[in-house]
């Protein structure tokens, strides 16, 4: 046992000097190439005095970046997080310059500048030989972790037992690939973009691809609602106008991703699917987890951990990440206006403008996020949870810009493949295994934007309908000049062309909302849903024109004769329940549209006029609303078929939803076609809710001898919501059944499991 320790100690001694050796050199050579670093006195000195020196402000400087260095972080989190991206530099060429100062007789000098380099490539190369010195000694490495993983077990208060480790139950990481269409994933896979994917799919005991399909509402806000709280019910887009209180709702926006999450735990009764020692990473919504980083709805709340900066603490404490990813974040900015230079020379069509704050939006989702999030999964790997679900966005964003299949968007599939290679490494050092399941929210459909196919937005053009001002540029388009032709024809009088800035607009104008290729107007002066009726007896041309442009496959409206009804070209109009797949203005959009469109009709929140873009089934292109040249949040395409890649030692997705049947049905697709995949975000919900029971072993009750469990109820609970048949209210101690709370079978004490001790 002493020859063990004494080992262990010796090795570790070994690697810090080596890394300080290193550094020790590293500034040495810098101090001989930047003319305004100096190590030596300015009557020069001997080799030896030189390396002294040099060796005693790399100590110093290392000394501050790991005592110091977590507190400035900390003291920083209320910084937005590209300012702090911008710190990191100053931050560390200040440190270096304080270590400058604490070297002996005055001999360690330079200038601001020239300080923030040095730093920036110490860091970099003490990271690298740190990293590199653990990696070859698996021992170390592996003692590392189980360091880690005892520290949080302590500050948990879980008691160590002999049974904790890989012989327990798995736990399961849920990595969402943002935007990756089930299509672009295979390719990808078969191109040899993404080699990690592709050894998971070669191997037969690894795992299988399957698609699925989303809701009308292809997009994350709707998909993530579903897929972490169980329901989906009453969002019909990724932005919608509610009358009764005159607002937007906007998914990607704190406040109503958190009234979203509020109305999901409502409606369901439940926190979500990570609600038990479960972590939630780069989400717009938690799931009911309390470990939480980057998760959108809970950006605004206060409190320890609650703030959605809070993530950034673990990762941005060791300098030479910080260092790291700033240069990374540097160099994507340079690559995005590389890429958006080069298209512009080449003129490749489609094509959107990327400029303005663009390229640093891109490098936050790319670099920052994706560095931020990784590090936390793996942080949540070394601390044995039992469900972690992570989101990693980089490849939406591009997509929306350079397009789904463009060069642009394969590199960055490739870059994430090697995260996902990362994470597939460290799960073999975990204290537990764990299984991993990736899976997409939706995919992206190609095409021209509408008001670059036209020369006209949406909104343009339903003012036309409407015989109101538009702009000068939109009256000159011959889709605004049908359209104020069908006005005038309408209302047999003249419509005089004005200007939107002579014509302010006016209460009663219609909301015009974009979600991709979705489209949603709202008439606010009507009270409740507006009718085809109304409509037509106020803007007798609107529908019409509407349902003949070209770029629009159909629309959906409610009528006091048929109910609600589907337009489509030519003047089809078919009663809603009625309509069958493969028929009419939607038979394009192949099997369940017609289920999909149905199931949105019946929410609370629909539009008055849902706008559907047009889709050609042989290119796949859609026509988004907004400025997108790859896009979702509507019917048409890849956008609807998302992808799930489980290991094959789970339940297959269609019997996992099929065992969750009630007794005597069958699950099928849309007018009993057998599914290839789960249909709906919800059902994609049941699915790992499922795969979460499988792993997580028989279920120890919470209430024991001398004990009266509870759990920390911290999401925001609307009046007469109950947990259990229990009614709670915001941050509630409530006590909870073991059917709610099951506990993991390896648990030595009922109090381990209980959601709010954190790690």
Not at 187 to 204: F, H, I, R, S
Not at 307 to 335: I, Q
Request: glycine share 10%.
């Amino acid at each position: 046992m002493n020859d063990g320790r004494w080992r262990k100690a010796g090795g570790t001694l070994i690697r810090v000097i080596s890394v300080w050796a290193v550094s020790t050199l590293t500034m040495l050579a810098l101090a001989g190439i930047l003319p305004d670093f100096q190590l030596q006195a300015d009557d020069g000195d001997t080799v030896t005095r030189t390396a002294f020196t040099a060796a005693w402000g790399a100590g110093a400087f290392g000394l501050l970046s790991a005592l110091v260095w977590p507190v400035l972080v900390r003291a920083l989190l209320i910084v937005p997080a590209l300012v702090l991206g911008a710190l990191v530099f100053f931050l560390n060429g200040s440190l270096l310059l304080i270590a400058l100062r604490l070297i002996p007789d005055g001999r360690g000098d330079a200038n601001p500048e020239t300080a923030v380099v040095v730093a920036a490539v110490m860091s970099a190369v003490a990271s690298a030989t740190s990293t590199a010195l653990a990696v070859r000694d698996d021992d170390a490495y592996r003692r590392r972790l189980s360091r880690l993983a005892d520290r949080r077990r302590r500050r948990s208060g879980t008691p160590q037992t002999a049974d904790r480790g890989r012989s327990g139950p798995p736990g399961i990481v849920f990595l969402q690939l943002d935007g990756v269409g089930h299509d672009v994933l295979a390719q990808a896979a078969a191109d040899g973009l993404m080699p990690t994917v592709a050894g998971l799919l070669a191997d037969e005991a690894g795992h299988r691809l399957t698609p699925w399909t989303t809701d009308w509402s292809s997009q994350t806000g709707a998909s993530q609602l579903g897929i972490l709280h169980g329901t989906n019910h009453d969002v019909p887009a990724f932005r919608w106008f509610e009358k009764e209180t005159g607002t937007v709702m906007v998914s990607s926006r704190p406040a109503s991703a958190l009234e979203l999450q509020r109305r999901a735990i409502a409606r369901t009764h439940d926190g979500g699917l990570l609600t038990v020692d479960g972590a939630s990473r780069g989400n717009l919504f938690s799931g009911g987890a309390d470990q939480l980083a980057l998760v959108l709805s809970m950006a605004a709340r206060r409190g320890k951990g609650r703030r959605s900066r809070a993530g950034y603490f673990a990762y941005f404490s060791d300098p030479a990440n910080a260092v790291r990813t700033a240069l990374s974040f540097v160099a994507e900015v340079g690559r995005e206006m590389g890429q958006s230079v080069r298209a512009r020379v080449r003129k490749e069509s489609p094509r959107v403008k990327r400029g303005g704050l663009y390229p640093f939006i891109r490098a936050f989702a790319t670099v920052v996020e994706r560095d931020v999030v990784v590090s936390a999964v793996i942080g949540d790997m070394f601390a044995g949870r039992t469900a972690v679900y992570a989101d990693l966005v980089a490849y939406d964003e591009v997509a929306h810009h350079s397009g789904p299949h463009s060069r642009d968007a394969e590199k960055v599939l490739t870059r994430l493949d090697r995260s996902l290679g990362l994470i597939l490494k460290v799960a073999d050092h975990t204290p537990r295994a764990y299984r991993i399941v990736l899976l997409s929210d939706h995919g992206q459909s190609p095409g021209e934007t509408f008001a670059g196919r036209y020369g006209l937005t949406l909104k343009d053009l339903v003012r036309a309908g409407c015989g109101l001002p538009v702009p000068r540029r939109a009256q000159r388009t011959r889709s605004a000049s049908e359209a104020r032709d069908a006005v005038r024809i309408a209302l047999h009088r003249p419509v005089v062309g004005v200007s939107e800035a002579e014509h302010p607009a006016k209460p009663s104008d219609p909301v015009v909302l974009a979600s991709g290729n979705l489209g949603l107007l709202s008439f606010p002066d009507i009270e409740g849903r507006a009718t085809r009726e109304q409509l037509d007896r106020r803007y007798p041309a609107l529908l019409g024109t509407l349902a003949a442009h070209p770029g629009i496959g159909f629309l959906l409206v409610k009528s006091q004769k048929h109910g609600s009804v589907v337009l489509g070209p030519g003047g089809a109009e078919i009663p809603l329940a009625e309509l069958r797949d493969g028929e009419g203005p939607m038979a394009v959009f192949g099997p369940g549209a017609a289920d999909a469109v149905r199931r949105t009709d019946g929410f609370p929140h629909v539009a008055d006029v849902m706008v559907n873009s047009m889709y050609d089934p042989e290119t796949g292109r859609v026509h988004a609303f907004e400025e997108q040249i790859g896009s979702h949040g509507g019917l048409g395409g890849e956008q609807s078929r998302p992808f799930l890649l489980w290991p094959r030692t789970l339940t297959d997705p269609l019997d996992a939803m099929a065992a969750d049947l009630p007794p005597g049905t069958s699950e099928a697709g849309p007018a009993g076609i057998p599914q290839a995949g789960p249909v709906g975000a919800e059902a994609v919900h049941r699915v790992l809710a499922r795969w979460l029971r499988e792993l997580s072993g028989p279920q120890v009750p919470l209430q024991q001898e001398g004990f009266t469990g509870a759990v920390r109820v911290d999401e925001p609970f609307p009046e007469g919501v109950a947990v259990a048949g229990t009614p709670v209210s915001a941050s509630a101690d409530v006590p909870v059944p073991a059917e709610v709370v099951p506990l993991r079978a390896d648990a030595p004490d009922p109090g381990d499991a209980v959601p709010g001790a954190r790690g």
